[in-house]
C-alpha cells in the first residue's frame, strides 16, 4: 500500500541552525510529493511540492527534492528561525485516485531564540 | 478570494450523540475532503466528495459518513459518538481533485470536536 514515513519529533533548534526532517515514502503508482505546514491553531498550508522524480520544491527558504531512488522526500532550510515552529507533514498523492493524501505522522519543530 | 470555512470551529458532545459538521470550499471547487486528526493516529483520509457524490472513501466506520450539495459545500456526520471521535476534523477543497500536484488543496482551520 502508500504510506508515509517522517522522523519522530519533537526537534527542538536554536535560531539559525540547520534543518533536516527526513520523510521516505511507499507508493504504487506516480506520487506528488508534499509538505504541509501547520502553525498551532490553524489548518495546513501547502510549503512545497514535486511531482516527479529529481523535482525540487522550494518555498521560503525550505527545499525538498523528490528522490525516487531512495523514495525520499526530506525537507531542509539553511538557517530556522522562531517563526518556523511548527508542525510539518510529509504527504503523498497518487493520480487517478482523487483528492487523498496520505500524510506521515508529522514532526513539530521548535526553534529557541 | 474566501478560504476555506469549517464551522463550527469547536463542539463537545457526550457519547452516544451525533454530530454534524460542515465545510464551505474555496468558491470554484467542486472537491472536498475530510481529514481527521488525532495525535495517536495523526492525519486520516475520511472521504472526498465531487459533484455531490462521493468519490473516495477511508477506511472509517459507517458511522461517519457525508454529503455534498449542488453548491459544494459538504457536511459530515457521526453518529453514536465514541470517546475516540474526539479529533480535529479537516476539510480541503481543490478545483476537480484528481489527483494532480497542480491541483491543490486547500485547508480549512478544522473544528475540534471533544467527545465526553
Known amino acids: 500500500g502508500n504510506s508515509v514515513t517522517q522522523m519522530e519529533g519533537p526537534v527542538t533548534l536554536s535560531e539559525e541552525a540547520f534543518l533536516t526532517i527526513n520523510c521516505t515514502y511507499t507508493?504504487?503508482?506516480?506520487?506528488?510529493l508534499f509538505w504541509y505546514v501547520q502553525y498551532p491553531g490553524e489548518g495546513l498550508q501547502l510549503l512545497l511540492k514535486?511531482?516527479?522524480?529529481?523535482d525540487k520544491g522550494s518555498n521560503k527558504g525550505f527545499e525538498a527534492t523528490y528522490r525516487k531512488e531512495t523514495t525520499s522526500f526530506h525537507l531542509e532550510k539553511g538557517s530556522v528561525q522562531v517563526s518556523d515552529s511548527a508542525v510539518y507533514f510529509c504527504?503523498?498523492?497518487?493520480?487517478?485516485?482523487?483528492?487523498?493524501?496520505?500524510f506521515g505522522q508529522g514532526t513539530e519543530l521548535s526553534v529557541k531564540p | 478570494k474566501a478560504g476555506v470555512t469549517q464551522t463550527p470551529r469547536y463542539l463537545i458532545k457526550t457519547r452516544g450523540q451525533q454530530v454534524t459538521l460542515s465545510c464551505s470550499p474555496i468558491?470554484?471547487?467542486?472537491?472536498v475532503s475530510w481529514y481527521q486528526q488525532t495525535p495517536g493516529q495523526g492525519l486520516q483520509f475520511l472521504f472526498e466528495?465531487?459533484?455531490?457524490?462521493?468519490?473516495n472513501k477511508g477506511n472509517f466506520p459507517g458511522r461517519f459518513s457525508g454529503r455534498q450539495f449542488s453548491n459544494s459545500r459538504s457536511e459530515m456526520n457521526v453518529s453514536t459518538l465514541e470517546l475516540g471521535d474526539s479529533a480535529l476534523y479537516l476539510c480541503?477543497?481543490?478545483?476537480?481533485?484528481?489527483?494532480?500536484?497542480?491541483?491543490?488543496?486547500?485547508f480549512g482551520p478544522g473544528t475540534r470536536l471533544t467527545v465526553l
Open positions: 466528495y465531487f459533484s455531490e457524490t462521493q468519490r
Open positions: 480541503a477543497s481543490s478545483l476537480e481533485g484528481r489527483g494532480l500536484a497542480e491541483d491543490e488543496q486547500f
Open positions: 507508493a504504487t503508482g506516480y506520487p506528488s
Open positions: 514535486a511531482t516527479k522524480a529529481d
Open positions: 468558491s470554484g471547487h467542486r472537491s
Open positions: 504527504a503523498l498523492l497518487i493520480y487517478n485516485q482523487g483528492g487523498k493524501l496520505i
